[in-house]
């Protein structure tokens, strides 16, 4: 399974961006998808997931009402939306893959596949 994630940029704050994560070598519609983010020296952190079956959305509380997350089976494509963006989005966004048991459904340990990164700047 690979990931190819793509969309990032340098953005006013205010501003909006949409990531996108394409899925090969793998049954798309098997995973569960997810976006995490890392700024230097902190760990990866959660932002959002999306559920293989029923497509329940999850978010992190600081990007709640902000962000949509959404997939598109067709496209093998997960897309994460981001509006109203504040400098504290900036960071280095990644798309994983896995089969998360509910309970940990925001851990990056439950996430076997994962994308490069895209680096989002929110400036101020």
């Known amino acids: 399974v690979q990931l190819q994630a793509s969309g990032g940029g340098l953005v006013q704050a205010g501003g909006s961006l949409r990531l996108s994560c394409v899925l090969s070598?793998?049954?798309?519609?098997?995973?569960?998808m997810a976006w995490f983010r890392q700024t230097p020296g902190k760990e990866r952190e959660f932002v959002s997931v999306?559920?293989?079956?029923?497509?329940?959305?999850y978010y992190m509380d600081s990007v709640q009402g902000r962000f949509i997350i959404s997939r598109d089976n067709a496209k093998n494509t997960v897309y994460l939306q981001m509006n109203s963006l504040k400098p504290d989005d900036t960071a280095v966004y990644y798309c994983?893959?896995?089969?998360?048991?509910?309970?940990?459904?925001?851990?990056?340990?439950?996430?076997?596949?994962w994308g490069q990164g895209t680096e989002v700047t929110v400036s101020s």
């Open positions: 994983a893959a896995g089969r998360p048991i509910l309970s940990a459904i925001r851990s990056a340990k439950m996430y076997t596949n």
């Open positions: 070598g793998g049954s798309f519609y098997d995973y569960s």
């Open positions: 999306i559920r293989a079956s029923g497509g329940r959305t």
